[in-house]
């Protein structure tokens, strides 16, 4: 994915926004490697009170009463969870607004781009974090289905197999989204 042309669609790009009595934002980070762009994901730290207990995810999450805005909550959310402070030039736009399985309840994921290998330093709600190549995921080679099991019996999502680690409800949603902004190349 060439992200000069994803700058360029979010830019044109008039994102979905919903009203929400709760809010959270994510930052989908970026990188380009020789293989490809790459994007920062974290897995979340088994906790027992966190619904998305050892989730894979983007960094983020629920806006405090301080934060002045959505964009605030992903940069303090992602600078917190893993020490990166990304700053105004590295943000590329917005994705469209995703409601959750909780009622009420909203996210908004941003569009960064860094350069390098920023250093990251997750903290106790984060139990690693790793850059994965874009391509093989837009491109279908790591579509799986998750089998999760609940009150109502076992339901199936469709989802990423990263290196063995599953990515599937609102992250894969998020990142679908932002495959959708740029065709593939023919």
Do not use: C
Not at 37 to 51: C, F, S, Y
Not at 110 to 117: Q, R, T
Not at 171 to 181: D, E, G, I, K, P
């Amino acid at each position: 994915m060439d992200l000069d042309e994803l700058r360029s669609r979010l830019g044109q790009h008039r994102p979905r926004v919903l009203a929400s009595p709760r809010q959270a934002a994510v930052a989908a980070v970026l990188r380009p490697s020789d293989g490809g762009a790459e994007v920062l994901l974290i897995k979340r730290a088994e906790h027992p009170n966190d619904a998305w207990s050892g989730h894979m995810a983007l960094p983020g999450g629920r806006r405090d009463p301080d934060d002045r805005d959505l964009l605030a909550t992903a940069l303090r959310e992602t600078r917190e969870e893993l020490g990166l402070a990304l700053g105004p030039s590295e943000l590329l736009g917005q994705l469209d607004d995703v409601p959750t399985h909780r009622a009420g309840l909203t996210v908004r994921p941003y569009v960064f781009a860094v350069e390098g290998e920023p250093p990251l330093q997750p903290n106790h709600e984060v139990a690693e974090a790793l850059w994965t190549p874009l391509g093989p995921l837009r491109r279908g080679e790591r579509d799986r289905v998750y089998r999760y099991e609940g009150e109502g019996g076992t339901l199936s999502f469709p989802a990423f197999d990263v290196d063995g680690r599953v990515v599937w409800g609102l992250t894969y949603r998020m990142l679908r989204s932002l495959f959708a902004l740029v065709p593939p190349a023919r």
